[in-house]
């Protein structure tokens, strides 16, 4: 590999479309069965601020920082039969009983290496929907299996 070829390896914004999903039962044994997801989102956090005006200044307010906000993780995959995480979602929203997971999406190179992650602790699901049924298409039924947590680690390699 010659010099431009690093440069640009290490310069080239890297593509999204190559990532891993790996959710970590009771927070730290990988359930190998569900890791293939066409897509995820919610990938944010934001700070929330609360202003405080300063006697006499009436030029500006202080904008102090208050705490981290996150979206819920939301993940999308083809129909899966046997899941372990399908039946964790139908016991969390049949009984309303959660076994909070570890959560770890990463960004993977073209020869499969980690690039980027980030870590999801205590996630739990919120919300889970399938797409509809229509007879008019011929498409995969999808999953959308939404998860709340309590924050989100970012992990650079």
């Known amino acids: 590999m010659d010099v431009g070829q690093i440069i640009s390896k290490y310069t080239t914004p890297p593509l999204s479309y ?35 005006e300063e006697g006499g200044q009436n030029l500006y307010s202080h904008r102090l920082p208050k705490k981290v906000q996150y979206d819920n993780l939301v993940l999308e995959r083809g129909m899966v039969i046997g899941s372990p995480l399908n039946i964790e979602f139908n016991v969390a929203m049949s009984l309303l009983k959660f076994a909070p997971s570890n959560v770890l999406v990463s960004l993977l190179d ?15 699901p919120v919300k889970w929907s399938v797409s509809d049924l229509n007879a008019g298409e011929n498409s995969v039924m999808v999953d959308t299996m939404e998860l709340a947590y309590t924050r989100f680690q970012s992990l650079r390699v």
């Open 18 to 52: 190559r990532f891993g999903v790996v959710f970590f039962v009771a927070g730290l044994i990988p359930n190998p069965l569900d890791i293939k997801f066409q897509k995820v989102s919610g990938l944010t956090s934001t700070i929330s601020t609360t202003t405080v």
């Open 110 to 124: 073209e020869s499969g290496l980690p690039l980027a992650a980030w870590l999801f602790f205590k996630a739990y």
